[in-house]
């Protein structure tokens, strides 16, 4: 393994519960989950070279695997589908904790692609310049749009 190789390995295993992340939160299943994460896998390895250590590397990870969950998606046609998650296995806590937990994912799936991508990037608790730089939008956006989302997610708590 020469030391290109050695790095990547390096960065992926540092990084994979957040590929992942991403990867489960855009996806119908765990099944497609895995799929999704293979397609970032390459991405990034593709992509590996042309870093340039401008921005941090979360967020170089974050884009790459956002942009591969996007384009999967789009040849897919899955933009339209409803998004569910079986979270159960994941889980090691108890009942209580569990439920509200897999209520939560439940209310993130219901929101917009990007709301959601703007979401899970505040609970890696990313900066609102880094989240920004991720998504494509300034920091006092994601501001104002981390409000909103907040809000949609109580009002559907209170609506269940």
Known sequence: MNSKEQEFNRLIQEHKETIYTVCLMNSKDQD?????????????????GTFRGESDIRTWLWRICMNACISFMRKE???????HI??????????????QIKALHNRIHRLRFMDRAIILLWMEDLSYEEIG????????????????????????????
């Open 32 to 48: 497609e989950a895995k799929d999704l994460m293979q397609e970032a896998l390459i991405q990034l390895w593709k992509s590996f």
């Open 77 to 83: 046609n899955k933009y339209k589908d409803t998004l």
């Open 133 to 160: 730089d991720i998504v494509g939008i300034t920091a006092k956006n994601v501001s104002v749009r981390l409000v909103r989302i907040k809000e949609q997610l109580r009002e559907m708590s209170n609506n269940k």
């Open 86 to 99: 079986e979270v159960s296995n994941l889980m090691t806590m108890d009942d209580e904790d569990s439920r």
